[in-house]
């Protein structure tokens, strides 16, 4: 069926302010670190979102770009701090038009929330306190210092409306300054812009005024807050509609409604597992207070969530923030019926920093930011060229390879596919891995790759590229002579472990998912984690989801284990143990499907997103130079 007929909420109109979308896709805003390093608009960050635009999004809001150099976030953050940065952003709101759609801008100033050693400039807040994750402390601003950051918002968003963009959003949310002035968590002071809410909003509503009064009614003046912080003296729902109504007397055109600051950052973030839509209900009880067109958030990937949303009346507007990272096309494909085709965000929060590059990367869609390299001009030289092995990786290559008109076979054995991340997806709360996998080999097969399973033809091929997995090492000699598994043959097997009881003994992020696992599978489960922290090489909001599971599955976690391994109850399960046991293991082993005798390159697989990013970019890059 036709996405207008499956999902009529989604395909109806709306309008904020001056601005009727065509439709209820938007794109969250979502900082990339893609601009140039002077903080103009190059063609990494113009190029991401008009692909947003041209998938069928009816409104992108941009990633949060700077007012002032001292509210940098990143070294490459989009900036519109000054004249200079106009014809970018003149460039920008053509092609987003031509594209046919609408932006609006974020403007926005890190207050506390970043380093000087990102800024080169001394931080500032409304109070001297230091955000307790980057534990710098901002200088307390002046009342002509809060004068001055007033007017540098409402420049920025003059230069917004000079360059053609449709409207601003005020980044209010996420504990950022506007955020630090609103709320009692971090706004301690004293004089006419602290205490009580009037005093707290007037940063704000002066910021909105001014706008107001710089700009014409055509142009949309949007807010974003986070309704809840989840920190103590935060902004809490009952607030938040206060600030809401407020907002809606002073004349804005639309509310968007996040959550949390960086402290309670895996709220705003969330990771797999964490219920799709996680935040409508939350917006709707803001929603019922107020007229105003209210944008919601949190996870939301998939049409029915949205338009259930919709239906539901929980907001006017469903935002998509990761998911239109991972598939551009997502309302494209939706509106054609090929929802079967969709890319999915699968939450793994890589994009969110947790990478080696220090720009948005992300596993399923190794495009973004770089579509350009993506177009795909054809190859002179086509060749025939076998895939061993299915891992994540190596899908990506064969996708890429035959986009660009190689003739290519992936072999595999019949429960291959996915190859670590389909162990990935058995783990309780990881089973939408299996989804990505799905939409990894569904792109390949579109491409035109072919699949042959449990069997390898080298003959009938010019190049072989084969996946290679890590076996951490021989267990057995770290064990005194006891039996013991891998992290990693327990993923893949975890009928092997024999008897009720069993225990873990390792840092990383496999070990800390193989106990989850055991756990689930009604062992009763101990692990034994040599550092302070389990799961050291995943991001944090995998080690929070990890270890709430743990509780409601009643297993043990005894953290910085110094204890002898051979004296550990019940059967034995070895990871990652630290630099100083590695020494001592033997060394380390690859494996690969059909160990096939000729090689002309190595994909590796791999378990944690950051290393598995870093594989799929190689394999990308390995294809779009053969
Ligand atoms: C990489 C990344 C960067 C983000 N940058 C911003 C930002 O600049 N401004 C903002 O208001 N929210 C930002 N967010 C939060 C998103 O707008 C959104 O609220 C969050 O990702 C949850 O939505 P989702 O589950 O659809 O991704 C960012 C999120 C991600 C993943
Ligand atoms: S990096 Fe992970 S969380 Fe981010 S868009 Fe890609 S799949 Fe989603």
Redo the contacts with the bound molecule.
């Keep these: 069926m036709q996405g207008h007929a499956q999902f009529p909420n989604l395909f109806t109109p709306v309008t904020l302010g001056p601005i009727t979308l065509p439709n209820r896709f938007v794109v969250?805003?979502?900082?990339?670190n893609f601009a140039n390093p002077d903080g103009s608009v190059g063609d990494a960050v113009h190029d991401y979102l008009v692909a947003r635009a041209r998938g069928g999004f009816a409104l992108v809001?941009t990633?949060?770009i700077g007012v002032h150099p001292s509210g940098r976030?990143m070294p490459r953050m989009l900036m519109g701090h000054d004249d200079s940065m106009l014809p970018g952003l003149s460039r920008l709101a053509t092609s987003i038009h031509a594209a046919g759609a609408k932006v609006v801008g974020?403007i926005?100033h890190a207050g506390r929330q970043t380093k000087t050693a990102t800024t080169g400039l001394p931080l500032v807040a409304p109070s001297p306190i230091p955000c307790p994750l980057n534990r710098e402390m901002p200088v307390e601003l002046t009342l002509d210092g809060v004068r001055q950051f007033e007017q540098c918002y409402i420049d920025a968003a003059c230069r917004l409306y000079k360059s053609g963009f449709d409207g601003v959003?005020l980044?209010g949310?996420?504990g950022y300054l506007i955020a630090e002035f609103l709320s009692n968590y971090s706004n301690k002071r004293t004089d006419i812009y602290g205490g009580p809410l009037e005093n707290r909003m007037r940063f704000l509503l002066n910021i909105v005024r001014g706008i107001r009064e710089a700009c014409p009614a055509d142009f949309a003046l949007c807010v974003?807050i986070s309704a809840q912080e989840f920190v103590p003296d935060g902004i809490a729902i009952p607030e938040a509609i206060e600030i809401v109504k407020r907002l809606e007397a002073a004349g804005i055109d639309a509310i968007?409604l996040?959550?949390g600051v960086y402290e309670s950052f895996n709220r705003?973030?969330?990771i797999t597992g964490d219920p799709e839509g996680?935040?409508l209900d939350m917006a709707d009880q803001v929603r019922r207070h107020t007229q105003l067109p209210v944008m919601g958030?949190?996870?939301?990937?998939r049409a029915e969530v949205a338009e259930q949303a919709l239906q539901r009346h929980q907001v006017d507007i469903p935002?998509?923030?990761?998911?239109?990272?991972a598939d551009p096309e997502l309302p494209n494909k939706i509106a054609s019926g090929r929802s079967g085709d969709i890319i999915w965000?699968n939450?793994c929060?890589i994009?969110?920093?947790r990478s080696a590059r220090p720009e948005?990367i992300c596993p399923v869609n190794p495009a973004v930011g770089r579509e350009a390299m993506f177009e795909f001009h054809q190859t002179p030289e086509p060749r025939r060229i076998a895939i061993v092995g299915a891992g994540w990786a190596s899908l990506t290559a064969a996708w890429v390879a035959a986009s660009r008109g190689h003739s290519v076979t992936v072999y595999d054995t019949s429960t291959g596919l996915g190859g670590i991340q389909d162990w990935r997806a058995r783990v309780p709360g990881l089973e939408e891995f299996a989804d990505s996998t799905t939409a990894l080999v569904g792109r390949a097969k579109r491409a035109g790759v072919r699949f042959i399973h449990d069997t390898f033809e080298p003959a009938d091929c010019d190049l072989v590229w084969a996946v290679r997995r890590y076996t951490p090492f021989a267990v057995n000699a770290l064990t005194d002579g006891r039996d013991a598994l891998s992290s990693y043959e327990v993923l893949e097997t975890p009928g092997r472990i024999p008897g009720d009881e069993v225990a873990l003994i390792g840092q990383d992020l496999a070990t800390a998912e193989a106990a989850l696992l055991l756990a689930s599978h009604g062992k009763r489960v101990i692990l034994r984690c040599p550092t302070r922290f389990i799961a050291l090489d995943g991001h944090p909001g995998y080690r929070e989801s990890t270890l709430k599971a743990y509780k409601q599955l009643g297993v043990t976690v005894e953290t910085s284990f110094k204890g002898a391994i051979a004296q550990c109850k019940g059967a034995l399960v070895i990871g990652e143990i630290g630099p100083a046991a590695a020494i001592d293991a033997p060394e380390a082993q690859w494996s690969t499907p059909f160990s096939p005798t000729r090689v002309d390159h190595w994909i590796a697989d791999a378990y944690e997103p950051n290393v598995l990013t870093r594989t799929i970019y190689e394999a990308a890059d390995l294809a779009l130079a053969t």
């Excluded at 935002?319 to 990272?325: D, E, I, Q, T, V």
Aim: aromatic residues 6%; charged residues 15%; contains cysteine.
């Design positions: 969250a805003p979502m900082t990339t809001i990633e949060n976030v974020q926005s959003e980044h949310a996420h974003r968007s996040s959550v705003l973030s969330m996680q935040w958030v949190g996870r939301i990937k935002l998509f923030g990761r998911a239109s990272f965000c939450s929060n994009c969110l920093g948005t």
